[in-house]
């Protein structure tokens, strides 16, 4: 029985991995308000070391369309600049010598469609992961030496469970649609 509930216990860690792998994709796509996190992705070259944009400067939002990028170096200006241009993100990042400001555009209705089917793709990678550790556990049970019924009432435990997670994702993707079609 502990090997039954310990095949549980790792299917729900690799489905929750799942979940978070989604949200943190799901920051990435902007919903035509600044946020600090659409940055997360760009890594600058500091002292020859590929670091994270967020570890070199301070990175705020001054108002909804705009994010400013304050380096703690000003002589990284240039290499943060390029560095966002690299990072194929489609944004103009503007150097005045202080500071790096992105206006964000507006979206066009054909923008918001077209990112709303992307969130749509990230959620299905999600739920092909969620089912495939609900796949991954049925094989472990099936495995196992136990009784025929034992197995039948686990293997219903990772069904609820996998069909609590897809659930999850779904609710997800509400809650992104809606925020990206909003005006």
Same mark, same amino acid.
């Given at each position: ?24 994709? %799901? ?25 994270? @944009?967020? #570890? +070199? ?12 990028? #304050? ?5 990284? @200006? ?28 507006? %979206?066009?209705?054909? /923008? /918001? ?12 990678? $999600? ?5 495939? $550790? /609900? ?7 099936? =495995? ?14 990772? #069904? ?7 659930? =999850? ?13 909003? +005006?």
């Amino acid at each position: 029985m502990e090997e039954l509930d310990f095949i549980i216990e790792s299917s729900k860690e690799l489905m929750d991995n799942s979940i978070i792998y989604l949200e943190k994709e %799901l920051v990435n796509i902007r919903a035509g308000k600044a946020n600090p996190n659409m940055l997360s992705s760009v890594n600058v070259e500091y002292y020859g070391v590929m670091t994270p @944009l967020s #570890q +070199i400067s301070n990175i705020s939002t001054p108002d909804s369309q705009t994010i400013s990028i #304050q380096p703690w170096e000003k002589d990284k @200006l240039q290499d943060i600049e390029k560095a966002i241009l690299a990072s194929n993100l489609g944004f103009n990042p503007m150097n005045n010598g202080e500071s790096i400001l992105i206006n964000i555009p507006p %979206l066009t209705e054909e /923008r /918001r469609i077209e990112l709303v089917k992307v969130a749509k793709s990230e959620v299905e990678k $999600a739920k092909v992961s969620i089912r495939n $550790a /609900r796949k991954e556990a049925n094989n472990e049970i099936r =495995k196992s030496d136990f009784s025929e019924d034992l197995k039948s009432n686990y293997e219903q435990d990772i #069904q609820d469970l996998t069909d609590k997670f897809i659930s =999850k994702t779904d609710n997800i993707l509400a809650i992104k649609e809606k925020e990206i079609l909003s +005006i």
